[in-house]
Structures are given as structure tokens and as C-alpha cells.
């Protein structure tokens, strides 16, 4: 059965701070996303990493991605309030080339970032 | 109207009634899925539809029915459901054919079954 972890599950941090995100997931997909949720509304793609070693940077937001190891990381970078929010990372359910495909998600990480 | 739209965005149905959900993607892709989010379990899968036709039934109850008339549209027929079916489900759209499987997500149906 394919699992995706992620941890913590829940954040709370200061403004200004830097913290990271993990996700562990146990099958052999070199594709990895991370979402973000606002409370009540839809999930918004953030980053699609696509290979070992793939980093991908958006304002105070970093992922990347070890194949290897099976763990991907977002990094927040002097965090600000309105990164607060519900992260969430998937992998493909089975990786079937360019069909398509559900994703699998984890439980995702709620992050409270306090001024 | 752009990206992925899904109608209504709030339900309430009892147990014995007969409801429909609607999704529309306005992307050009090829695929769509059905996700549920609740409370209790991370986000699960229900159903994939590639070029209309199902591809994947995520070992969903048959009191949830799915309907794709099209690659742009996307249904879910509702009866005689639980109150543990209260949730909110999610449509995505994704474009297939390409190196990744990146599925945009429609704003939701938030649904409680009394």
C-alpha cells in the first residue's frame, strides 16, 4: 500500500523564523507535489518536482526532492503571516508514464504562523 | 470562467434524497478526477476519467455515481447516502501525455448528509 507522511502535522511559528517541512513516501516515483489550503477553499499547486535532486524555489518557499531517500522538503524561509495555511504533499498512485493517474496524498501540515 | 468550477458549493441532503454534483474545467485537459476530504482521513481519491472513459474507481460505495458526458465535464449522482459521507469533494482536471501529472483543483462541494 502506498503511504505518504508528512510531519509535523501541525506548526506553529513565529514571523521571521525558518522551518521545514517533511514528506516520506514509499514507492519508487521520482514525481513529488506539494499544495497549498486556505481554510475553506480549494487546494492551490505550489511545486511539481520531477527528479532526484530537484529543487524548486517560489518567494519564501523551497522544495526539493531525494528519490533515493524517498523525502521530499519544503523550506520556509523567514516566515511571514500570510504563509498560514494547510501544506500537503502527493505522489502519483501508480506512476503510469503520461496516463492519468490519482494522486496520493498525505495528511498534511498545518501551519500557524503567529506575528 | 476560468479554471475548474464545481456547482453547488454548499449541500445539504437527508439520507433518502437524490442529489447531483457538477465539475467544469476550463483548462483543455483530457483528465478528471474526483477526490473527498474529510475530517478524519487525508484526501481520497474516488474516481479517474481519461478521454471520458473511467479509468479508476477507487473502491467507492455504488451510492456515489459518476458520469463524464465529456472531457470537460464531470458529475457525481448522490443517493441514499450516510451522514459519514459529509465531506467535501473535490474535482481536478490534469492534462495527460506529458512527463507529470500536475491536476488543478475546482473550489469544492462542501456536503452534510443529515
Known amino acids: 500500500e502506498l503511504k505518504v507522511e508528512q510531519n509535523p502535522l501541525f506548526l506553529s511559528m513565529q514571523e521571521g523564523k525558518n522551518y521545514t517541512i517533511y514528506c516520506n513516501y514509499s514507492?519508487?516515483?521520482?514525481?513529488l507535489y506539494w499544495y497549498r489550503q486556505d481554510p475553506g477553499k480549494s487546494l492551490e499547486s505550489l511545486f511539481v518536482l520531477l527528479s532526484n535532486g530537484a529543487v524548486k524555489q517560489e518567494g519564501r518557499l523551497m522544495a526539493s526532492l531525494d528519490t533515493k531517500a524517498r523525502l521530499s522538503t519544503l523550506h520556509i524561509t523567514a516566515a511571514v503571516h500570510d504563509l498560514s495555511a494547510t501544506y500537503f504533499c502527493?505522489?502519483?498512485?501508480?506512476?503510469?508514464?503520461?496516463?492519468?493517474?490519482?494522486?496520493?496524498f498525505g495528511k498534511g501540515t498545518h501551519l500557524i504562523i503567529q506575528p | 470562467e476560468t479554471g475548474v468550477t464545481q456547482t453547488p458549493r454548499h449541500l445539504v441532503m437527508g439520507m433518502t434524497n437524490k442529489k447531483s454534483l457538477k465539475c467544469e474545467q476550463h483548462l483543455g485537459h483530457n483528465a478528471m478526477y474526483w477526490y473527498k476530504q474529510s475530517a478524519k482521513k487525508p484526501l481520497e481519491l474516488m474516481f479517474v476519467y481519461n478521454f471520458k472513459e473511467q479509468t479508476e474507481n477507487n473502491s467507492v460505495p455504488s451510492r456515489f455515481s459518476p458520469e463524464c458526458p465529456n472531457s470537460s465535464h464531470l458529475f457525481l449522482h448522490l443517493h441514499t447516502l450516510q451522514p459519514e459521507d459529509s465531506a467535501l469533494y473535490l474535482c481536478?482536471?490534469?492534462?495527460?501525455?506529458?512527463?507529470?501529472?500536475?491536476?488543478?483543483f475546482g473550489p469544492g462541494t462542501r456536503l452534510t448528509v443529515l
Open positions: 502527493a505522489v502519483d498512485m501508480r506512476y503510469s508514464g503520461g496516463g492519468a493517474d490519482g494522486l496520493t
Open positions: 514507492t519508487t516515483s521520482d514525481r
Open positions: 481536478a482536471s490534469s492534462q495527460t501525455g506529458g512527463s507529470y501529472n500536475e491536476q488543478f
